[in-house]
T-cell receptor, first 112, second 115 residues
Framework: DAKTTQPPSMDCAEGRAANLPCNHSTISGNEYVYWYRQIHSQGPQYIIHGLKNNETNEMASLIITEDRKSSTLILPHATLRDTAVYYCIVRVGNTNAGKSTFGDGTTLTVKP | GAVVSQHPSWVICKSGTSVKIECRSLDFQATTMFWYRQFPKQSLMLMATSNEGSKATYEQGVEKDKFLINHASLTLSTLTVTSAHPEDSSFYIC???????????FGPGTRLTVL
């Protein structure tokens, strides 16, 4: 699985958009970009994933650059409950090869 | 999204005893389940991958005789920590996938404390 690089920490004001970057310059053509988050002492929660097109769901938007070497997770209106560690993972979409290798992630702190 | 449960949510045991942790997919059939371990202030570390009806594949450095994994059905996988020692104290998390391209869904985790 490709290695990802994320900033260790970020702050965001409540109600503002949180933009979390991720670099994955060695991503392969068949690898998807996945985002998870982990609130303290809980299991990771799936947020969104994509291959090459931008994606949006009820939680967030995922912007993938045209060369696919980086992506940004956008939380449009951050709340205090969005404080968590956010993990960007790239992996092959096929289940049998779909193990997720977690890096250190970004600790997002949403402040009032 | 899909629901994955773990039982127990926390356990305290004496050194030398064995502890079994269950991981269940509640509303889908999980062909593949993954077991992770997370030490305080660290990221998740993949321990093993299990496919229903076959032997688990362990990551390098993980002792298969110490961490026994059974994936006997499409909704249940178990991790048994045998002869647990204080250094095995950790947060154990499972995840499950239901098919090609399916997203992994994670359980809430089990906190193991070995005295």
């Amino acid at each position: 699985d490709a290695k990802t690089t994320q900033p260790p920490s970020m702050d965001c004001a409540e109600g503002r958009a949180a933009n979390l970057p991720c670099n994955h310059s060695t991503i392969s053509g068949n690898e998807y970009v996945y985002w998870y988050r982990q609130i303290h002492s809980q299991g990771p929660q799936y947020i969104i994933h994509g291959l090459k097109n931008n994606e949006t769901n009820e939680m967030a938007s995922l912007i993938i650059t045209e060369d696919r070497k980086s992506s940004t997770l956008i939380l449009p209106h951050a709340t205090l409950r969005d404080t968590a560690v956010y993990y960007c993972i790239v992996r092959v979409g096929n289940t049998n090869a779909g193990k997720s290798t977690f890096g250190d992630g970004t600790t997002l702190t949403v402040k009032p | 999204g899909a629901v994955v449960s773990q039982h127990p949510s926390w356990v305290i045991c004496k050194s030398g005893t064995s502890v079994k942790i269950e991981c269940r997919s509640l509303d889908f059939q999980a062909t593949t389940m993954f077991w992770y371990r997370q030490f305080p202030k660290q990221s998740l570390m993949l321990m093993a991958t299990s496919n229903e009806g076959s032997k688990a594949t362990y990551e390098q450095g993980v002792e298969k005789d110490k961490f026994l994994i059974n994936h006997a059905s499409l909704t249940l996988s178990t991790l048994t920590v045998t002869s647990a020692h204080p250094e095995d104290s950790s947060f154990y998390i499972c995840s499950a996938s239901g098919g090609i391209g399916d997203t992994q869904y994670f359980g809430p985790g089990t906190r193991l404390t070995v005295l």
